[in-house]
């Protein structure tokens, strides 16, 4: 893992922390599907400058993915009616 990919992974990291103290969320108890989805946050951290959710795909319309950047439009209604956001990241 370089050196940019780390740094962001562990940004991304603080970020899902932090947004489920102050959500109510809590992150994805399989520590591995967890891992996985932040891993593919910082990638696009670093690759396309956002952290768009790595299971949605891009448009290539910066306005249309900005609803794509995490935590994404989707993901409250998502987590209303699965109890997690399509990613698996963020649980009820």
Same mark, same amino acid.
């Given at each position: 893992?370089?050196?940019?990919?780390?740094?962001?992974?562990?940004?991304?990291?603080?970020?899902?922390?932090?947004?489920?103290?102050? =959500?109510?969320?809590?992150? %994805?108890?399989?520590?591995?599907?967890?891992?996985?989805?932040?891993?593919?946050?910082?990638? %696009?951290?670093?690759?396309?400058?956002?952290?768009?959710?790595?299971?949605?795909?891009? =448009?290539?319309?910066?306005?249309?993915?900005?609803?794509?950047?995490?935590?994404?439009?989707?993901?409250?209604?998502?987590?209303?009616?699965?109890?997690?956001?399509?990613?698996?990241?963020?649980?009820?």
């Amino acid at each position: 893992m370089t050196k940019d990919l780390a740094q962001e992974k562990e940004k991304v990291r603080q970020f899902a922390k932090r947004y489920c103290e102050l =959500s109510g969320y809590q992150l %994805n108890p399989d520590t591995k599907i967890a891992e996985t989805v932040m891993e593919g946050l910082a990638k %696009n951290r670093v690759k396309k400058g956002f952290q768009y959710c790595p299971c949605r795909l891009l =448009s290539g319309d910066p306005e249309q993915d900005k609803l794509k950047i995490c935590p994404c439009k989707w993901h409250k209604d998502e987590i209303a009616a699965d109890g997690h956001c399509h990613c698996q990241l963020f649980y009820k």
